[in-house]
């Protein structure tokens, strides 16, 4: 089974997203912030990481920038998740590294498609 | 609403556009014909069936038509016959076709414009390959209404989530307000044309690529039968034509064959391929006037 690391500040749009990814069959695990997703992927590198832009403590694109630059970081899928919905970041996201991006709101068809685009289904 | 006049609903729309509606969608009649009822300063459906049994305005049939068929569409929609085009149909086309460089594709029943683009887009990846060819997309669809949301090339961000990948948001597309329009160098590699698939095809001339995907679902077999025949003679011997996952020519007709391990794609047998060599025969079915239903 994939693994997937859910990185949102908000409990509920943690809780969709883990329904959607689990009926996907992806063993998730969740992270607040991106010092807290940090600490997750320095302890077990997940198959996937969903990922916020605007969080407390540490951003999503922040802790991406890190997770490349940390030992087998260059592995996991990162898939942005995100109001963030203008070119300007959409550009600076996939320059940082990420692998697909998706703007909320999302469902699960958007999720299905941009994690079987980067081919983690 | 009263039987007698879901029944006429669903003779009108069997003839002009194909569409088989059973009773259990007799929902689908509420729900998309009240707005055109209004339109058209009606109050309700039984005076719209009025309308249609005494006025027979054909442009009151057509918005009926229209309002019936499916738009349902998505970039890339099912991913796999598009990786499929990619890695397979395009490289044996680019060997096949080297003398006389040029390609045709037909994306039949193309709705909102997804399924052309999503091939314009593969074959602008390729264009280093492509230069000195010519490339042509013709994407029909019957509904007028449709195809000048498909011309305009402006998708709502749920629109462009569907399927897109993010490198060709980037790539192809300029964020306008809230949407996302498509670059006209994108756009240009299509022509569109409002048409009927329950017509004679030949005029649309010759393809070596047929998309014919989720349409033939909303036909009856003989219908069904008609369409697919008619797409055998506008195909080469070495042609090929995309279906819908749900779709199967099993039973339907002899004039193609699943291509082995490519699920969704299908070529012409031996006697599909011998009819295509043979000037375009009249179809064999009827000459009804009608319009096919779209659902890409």
Not at chain 1, 21 to 46: H, V, Y
Not at chain 1, 68 to 94: S, W, Y
Not at chain 2, 50 to 78: G, H
Not at chain 2, 260 to 265: A, D, N, T, Y
């Amino acid at each position: 089974m994939k693994t997937c690391l859910v990185v949102d500040d908000s409990r509920v749009v943690r809780k969709v997203a883990r329904k959607i990814l689990e009926d996907l069959d992806f063993n998730c695990t969740e992270a607040e912030d991106g010092q807290k997703a940090m600490e997750a992927c320095a302890g077990n590198m997940p198959d996937a990481v969903l990922l916020d832009w605007n969080m407390p403590v540490m951003s999503g694109i922040e802790f991406l920038r890190r997770l490349r630059k940390m030992a087998g970081g260059e592995a996991p899928k990162v898939v942005f998740c995100t109001t963030e919905n203008d070119l300007a970041h959409i550009q600076e996201a996939l320059s940082a590294g990420a692998n697909e991006y998706i703007m909320k709101p999302f469902d699960s068809d958007i999720i299905q498609t941009k994690f079987a685009q980067v081919g983690l289904i | 609403m009263k039987p007698d006049d879901f029944e006429m609903f669903q003779q009108l729309l069997r003839q002009r556009s194909g569409l088989v509606l059973s009773r259990d969608k007799a929902y689908l009649l509420e729900s998309r014909l009240l707005p055109v009822a209004r339109r058209t300063g009606l109050k309700s459906l039984d005076e719209l069936a009025v309308a249609v049994r005494t006025k027979k305005d054909e442009t009151l049939l057509r918005a009926i038509t229209e309002a019936m068929t499916t738009n349902e569409s998505s970039f890339f929609r099912d991913m796999k016959p598009f990786d499929q085009f990619r890695n397979f149909i395009l490289p044996k086309l680019l060997t096949s076709r080297a003398s006389q460089k040029s390609i045709r594709i037909w994306s039949a029943a193309c709705s909102s414009g997804q399924e052309p683009y999503s091939l314009s887009m593969i074959l602008k990846d390729e264009a280093a390959k492509l230069a000195g060819w010519r490339i042509e997309i013709v994407a029909t669809d019957l509904s007028s209404e449709i195809l000048e949301k498909a011309k305009a090339g402006v998708y709502t961000q749920f629109e462009v989530q569907r399927g897109l990948p993010i490198n060709y948001l980037v790539k192809h597309f300029k964020q306008r307000g809230d949407k996302w329009e498509l670059n006209p160098d994108i756009r240009r590699m299509v022509t569109f044309r409002e048409f009927n698939l329950l017509t004679d095809l030949s005029p649309l001339g010759k393809f070596d690529v047929v998309f014919c995907r989720n349409v033939l679902i909303y036909f009856d077999q003989q219908n069904k039968a008609k369409v697919l025949n008619g797409i055998s003679k506008q195909i080469p011997p070495d042609g090929v034509l995309y279906l819908g996952g749900a779709e199967t020519v099993l039973g339907v007709t002899d004039k193609f064959r699943p291509v082995e391990g490519q699920r969704g794609v299908y070529e012409l047998t031996a006697g599909g391929a011998g009819s295509a060599a043979r000037p375009a025969a009249t179809p064999s079915f009827g000459t009804r006037s009608t319009l096919a239903a779209g659902g890409r």
